[in-house]
């Protein structure tokens, strides 16, 4: 016998649901003919055609590709034999998990400059003249990262300094604000005594330009604690994730997290996502980029609405250069979580699609579902085993 338990079981692609079920019961699927993954595929995925914002972010453009579930309620019949789930309301009973402040996550945009959109033309010129023959000279991956790099801050193209303080200006005028607003906040520990430091902590998250470059080159982690700094906060309140690559180093930094000793904490979600566990006073959480997996959202976001959190209410701000990659990167996680959706339609996740979808104006069409397989009525509920 053996248990899988995971917060995040289809993360990035409709086949991580097959790749779960073979792993689990490869019985079940044997019986219903649906052994392979094509024929799974081909019985349980269906294509979606889509309007998407081309590769560098320059003009919309009409997409097919297989992108929902379909025959749903025997997908799920076919789950349910081996799984259990609980969902974040069944965790609250057991210990409160703070509410959105406004209902919502909070979207922050502003335009693009236009040092960024010619930027962004030239991109599209460049994707539509690659040379097959050198790759190595430009391909796609190059553009997709100079439209990345653009959209967060002129200087990590090699651009000039943004003229409207870009990415940095925006994140820090709404952590300075959050820090004015909760600086002499008073949090009591577990036997409800004041705690001896004030203020609440913010959490951001920028998986590019961190910090350390090699090359010397501007880096967004920098730029941010300077921002923050001018508008007075303290510098040995403002941490890095990066600084503490130790085990001891960062258990020491969680706790200063947790004692008011931080006010802002600045990581990566590789580094800051799976097991920080620092959401005491966590007030406020900022996504200063997108990454690509809706899973690495829905960890970046636990750090923050868990139970343990001692703040009623929290705040999440997603930031966004109009008319730049940023709107693919969004554009791509909210197709990618819509897709998975699909297959556990009353999760309370929904609300989460809704905000990425408001992102990106993404409408959806649905297509006729195929045939749905026979579900043999021998199935019976049962723990999952190993193979």
């Not at 097919?64 to 259990?84: A, I, K, Q």
Request: proline share 6%; hydrophobic share 35%.
């Amino acid at each position: 016998m053996a248990t899988f338990s995971t917060g995040t079981p289809v993360a990035n692609s409709l086949g991580e649901m097959w790749v779960m079920q073979s792993y689990l019961r490869p019985d079940l699927l044997e019986a219903a003919g649906v052994g392979g993954i094509d024929a799974w595929g081909a019985v349980f995925t269906g294509t979606t055609t889509t309007v998407e914002m081309n590769a560098t972010g320059s003009k919309l453009r009409p997409v097919t590709r297989v992108g929902e579930f379909v025959n749903v309620p025997e997908l799920v019949t076919m789950s349910s034999v081996y799984t259990d789930a609980v969902t974040r309301e069944q965790v609250s009973h057991s210990g409160r998990i703070p509410e959105l402040e406004t209902g919502a996550r909070q979207v922050i945009s502003k335009q693009a400059t236009q040092e960024v959109r010619d930027f962004i033309t030239d991109l599209a010129w460049r994707g539509a003249h690659f040379d097959p023959k050198r790759p190595d000279f430009d391909n796609s991956l190059k553009v997709s990262n100079d439209g990345r790099n653009a959209s967060m801050d002129e200087r990590m193209a090699n651009l000039g300094e943004p003229l409207d303080g870009g990415r940095v200006d925006l994140v820090a005028t709404q952590v300075a604000r959050v820090w004015d607003q909760s600086r002499d906040t008073v949090y009591a520990d577990d036997d409800g005594r004041a705690e001896p430091l004030p203020g609440g902590l913010q959490i951001v998250f920028c998986d590019r330009s961190t910090p350390h470059q090699k090359d010397g080159r501007w880096s967004l982690y920098e730029g941010l604690r300077e921002e923050l700094v001018a508008r007075g906060m303290a510098a040995e309140a403002i941490r890095f994730i990066h600084d503490y690559p130790k085990p001891a180093d960062k258990t020491a930094l969680f706790r200063d997290c947790r004692n008011g000793k931080v006010a802002v904490l600045v990581g990566s979600t590789e580094k800051m996502g799976t097991g920080t566990n620092i959401q005491d006073r966590a007030v406020a959480l900022h996504h200063m980029d997108v990454p690509w997996r809706p899973a690495d959202l829905e960890q970046r976001e636990g750090r923050l609405l868990r139970q343990g959190n001692k703040n009623p209410s929290v705040q999440i701000f997603n930031y966004v250069t109009e008319g730049t990659f940023d709107t693919v990167m969004w554009q791509t996680v909210e197709k990618k979580h819509a897709s998975l959706r699909s297959s556990r339609p009353a999760t309370p996740t929904s609300g989460r699609w809704l905000i990425w979808a408001e992102t990106t104006w993404v409408t959806r069409p649905r297509r006729r579902r195929r045939s749905p397989p026979v579900i043999p009525a021998t199935w019976s509920r049962c723990h999952s085993r190993t193979t």
